[in-house]
Each structure stands twice: as structure tokens, then as C-alpha cells.
């Protein structure tokens, strides 16, 4: 559906974007991430006709963006972060005038517009003056002059800024239903938006593609050590001698053992407070005159002792009763959960939980790019105010 091969845009002071190359299927939604000025939006309005290419061809269902602008663009759907809207005008108007732009004919208009109306929550908004509209109306009716034509490609930035979380959920579930017949370029920086809607994500920094692939395969790609978390019921001290005596695994540590230490004391506490006699002053005189001498200090040294056996009797993590939480490392990228698995089986300590461990989004992201500071390079919008 798109193809972009070879892509630069060159300026004359300062980077641009230099040979971005990638493609998009059908049915894709693809998560767009970088940096302030990696060029996400050069790209972006590269690929949508704003800007043209130094160097490169760029193909929308293939047809040239280059030798076949005007029938390239109507294939496409666009909403850039700060929706293209007229201010004086009611929303009923701005969508017709965007159809009639679109050259959608008179008797699809009222069709088309309704649609669009209905899905992005407008219906009673359609006399409104766009002004008096809050910023996430503003938003709704950006994607929906994107969506009016029906495009076969959407392009869309930071489709959810300026939502309120119930508004969110909505957008992103119409992204998924258009994601199943059409073609999704999305660009945010809420990165667990891109966990919940792409099924693969391009990163881009300094200009060039640094990374591409689906969320999970980037993570495992870029993992040094496969690590799991994992709970398993039985005596800690042999499970983890256990583990750590198997094949390929190079560490064992514990979880949770500061929370479980602080627990035990909150518990041991109350349970201190709870048998504690009745204060001094709320005693007979007689239980008072029966006091043994230091009988403070004595109240004080049973309390600690009665903490200290409530602490050794308390579990070290904050599982299940009985059951450790670990957090195994293998040597390598190796595959260990199958090994943990039989051994714990062999000796009939039950699993409670086993999950692999990998590197979050945010984490891939931190690794790839650099600060901002240290791009040496400008902000998109200057790259285009250069251009122009």
C-alpha cells in the first residue's frame, strides 16, 4: 500500500532525513516513534505530498507521489497534530466544503458526512461554530475531514492529544476498526498506545529508520539475557540452590524481600499492640503496686523478641503463603523456562507463576534515540519552515 524507498530530504544548514526506506501492507497500523526533530513529520508530509523528496520515490498503492500527485493524495487520509481547521465556520459546513474538496459528489455528501458524524461523537454538534468547540471536539472533527473520503491510507499525528480518557478509549478503538480495511501510519508519544493498537513499529532517530519490527520481537531482539519472573511454593533456600545449579542460568535473586520485611514488622506490631497490657494509668492500684521493678525494660525486651520470632516466621517474599518469588537471569539469550519448569516439577514444588522478562517499549525507545540536546539537528517544524 505505501512504499518509500531511498527517501532524503537535504537542507542546506542543517539534517534532514537521510534514505529512509520502508513499506506498509494493507490492514497494517504502523507506530511512528522518535525524538523532538528525528523527523517523524518530515516523513509524515513527505509521504502525504506537502513536501517533496530530495532524493528518493515515494508510492502510495503504486502510484507515484512524484509523476501522480493529485491521484496519490486521494488515496490518502491525513491528520497533522494541530487539526486543519476553519475557526469561523460550523462543523456541518467545514466537513461539506472538505467533501467538496475530496470531490465527493452531492448525493454521497449527506451519506458520508453522517457516517463520520456518528462515529467521531458530532451528532448534535453539526450547527456548532467550530471555535466555541473544546480542543477534543477540535480533535474528533481533524480526523474526521481525514476519514470523509474513505481513504485507502491514513496518516495520522498524535490522533489523541488533547482527549479525555473516555474520548481515547473511543479513538483508538475506531483506529483498530479502520485499521482492518485500511492502511494506519500513526504517530504518538504515549508508547502504550503503540503496545494497544500497532502490530509494528518503526523508529526513527536523526534522521534514519534505527529500528523496525513488532513490539515483542524488538524487545527479545535487543534483550542481552532471557530473565523471568517467577513463584514457586517450597522452601526457598532449596529452590534457589536448585536454580541456580541448573544449566544456563546465570543468576537467581530474590523479590520483594524489603516489602516483605516491612510487612512482617507492620504485622508484628499489631500483633504486640493487640496482647499489650492496659496502660499504667488505666490499672488498678494494686496491679500497679504488684509491678516488678523494671518492668518497662522487660515489656520492651519481650516485645522485641516477640518481633523477632514473628520476622522469622514470616516469609521473606509477599507471594503466596509458603512461596518464594524469584527473578531468574540465563547466561545468554537462551530459552530457560522449559529447564526451571521440569526441575521444580521433579522435585514438587508447584509453579505459581512464570512470566518472561523483557525490555518495555520505553526501554527499547531510551536505548535507540538520544537526548534532544544531542540530535545537533533542528525541530521538524524548522525543517519545514526551511524548505518553504
Known amino acids: 500500500m505505501l512504499e518509500v524507498k531511498q527517501v532524503s530530504k537535504l537542507y542546506e544548514n542543517h539534517r534532514g532525513v537521510e534514505h529512509i526506506d520502508f513499506s ?12 523532538n526533530g528525528a523527523g517523524k513529520t518530515t516523513t509524515m ?43 469561523e465556520m460550523t462543523v456541518q459546513a467545514y466537513l461539506q466544503f472538505i467533501a467538496d474538496l475530496r470531490g465527493i459528489t452531492a448525493r454521497e455528501q449527506k451519506q458520508r458526512i453522517g457516517e463520520v458524524v456518528d462515529r467521531l461523537g458530532l451528532r448534535g454538534r453539526e450547527k456548532q461554530i467550530i471555535r466555541s468547540l473544546s480542543k477534543g471536539y477540535k480533535q474528533r472533527i481533524g480526523l474526521a475531514q481525514a476519514i470523509l473520503h474513505n481513504p485507502d491510507l491514513l496518516v495520522l499525528d498524535e490522533p489523541t492529544s488533547g482527549l479525555d ?48 519490527g513488532h513490539p515483542d520481537q524488538l524487545a527479545s531482539s535487543m534483550g542481552e539475557t532471557f530473565e523471568v519472573k517467577l513463584e514457586v511454593k517450597g522452601p526457598r533456600e532449596r529452590i534457589i540452590a536448585e536454580l541456580e545449579a541448573l544449566p544456563g542460568v546465570g543468576s537467581v535473586k530474590q523479590l520483594d524481600r524489603e516489602a516483605a520485611s516491612v510487612a512482617a514488622e507492620v504485622s508484628t506490631l499489631a500483633e504486640v499492640s493487640h496482647s499489650a497490657e492496659p496502660e499504667e494509668d488505666a490499672l488498678p492500684d494494686e496491679a500497679q503496686a504488684e509491678r516488678p521493678e523494671g518492668g518497662d525494660e522487660a515489656e520492651r525486651t519481650a516485645s522485641e523478641t516477640g518481633r523477632s520470632a514473628a520476622a522469622d516466621r514470616a516469609p521473606a517474599e509477599t507471594g503466596a503463603e509458603g512461596s518464594v518469588k524469584l527473578h531468574v537471569t540465563a547466561t545468554d539469550r537462551t530459552d530457560i523456562r522449559e529447564a526451571v519448569f521440569y526441575r521444580m516439577a521433579e522435585l514438587r514444588y508447584p509453579i505459581l507463576e512464570m512470566k518472561k522478562e523483557s525490555l518495555s517499549l520505553e526501554d527499547i525507545f531510551l536505548k535507540l534515540t538520544t537526548n534532544e540536546a544531542a540530535l545537533g539537528g533542528s525541530s521538524d517544524e524548522e525543517e519545514v519552515s526551511a524548505d518553504a
Do not use: W
Not at 24 to 35: A, H, K, N
Open 24 to 35: 506498509m501492507s494493507r490492514g497494517e497500523i504502523v507506530g511512528f516513534l522518535g525524538p
Open 45 to 87: 508530509r513527505m509521504i502525504t505530498g506537502y513536501l517533496n523528496p530530495t532524493k528518493g520515490s515515494i508510492l502510495i498503492d503504486g502510484l507515484s507521489m512524484a509523476d501522480h500527485p493529485k491521484k496519490a493524495r486521494q488515496k490518502i487520509g491525513y491528520l497533522p497534530e494541530t487539526p486543519p481547521l476553519y475557526p
Open 165 to 212: 480518557p473516555k474520548q481515547i478509549i473511543e479513538i483508538r478503538q475506531l483506529i483498530r476498526e479502520l485499521g482492518e480495511n485500511h492502511t494506519v501510519l500513526l504517530s504518538t508519544h504515549i508508547l502504550p498506545e503503540i503496545n494497544s493498537l500497532c502490530n509494528r513499529v518503526l523508529i526513527i532517530n536523526q534522521g534514519k529508520i534505527v529500528m523496525d
